[in-house]
């Protein structure tokens, strides 16, 4: 999937993320904020890259701002901004049927 422009899903109230994500040319920049960077950092960052990867995504600049969000939330908001990026219609999204 090519992400066409800029989008958002999520929010920045606790145990929810707020992820962004833009072009990019040079594969996946990841940038990741976390208010439970240290103890779930590496679990975050996986969960996101595994999902942008189910997506199809290859070129694309991403921003985490995580709360404490859990593994479902995070793969439901990356799903949500790169089908709003790729400006996809409300009745062609398969939600809940590429991520697993």
């Known amino acids: 999937m090519e992400i066409l422009k800029p989008a958002m899903a999520g929010t920045l109230e606790s145990s929810d993320a707020q992820v962004t994500v833009e072009p990019g040319t ?3 920049q990841l940038t990741l904020s976390s208010s439970v960077m240290n103890q779930y950092g590496r679990q975050i960052k996986a969960t996101v890259l595994e ?6 995504v290859e070129n694309a600049q991403v921003t985490v701002v995580d709360k404490g969000a859990l593994d ?3 793969k439901a908001r990356v799903e949500c901004a ?5 400006g996809q219609s409300q009745a062609n999204i398969p ?3 590429v991520v697993r």
């Open 95 to 97: 939600w809940g049927g």
């Open 82 to 86: 790169v089908f709003r990026s790729c």
């Open 26 to 28: 040079d594969g996946i």
């Open 51 to 56: 999902t942008l990867e189910r997506l199809g």
């Open 72 to 74: 479902c939330t995070l």
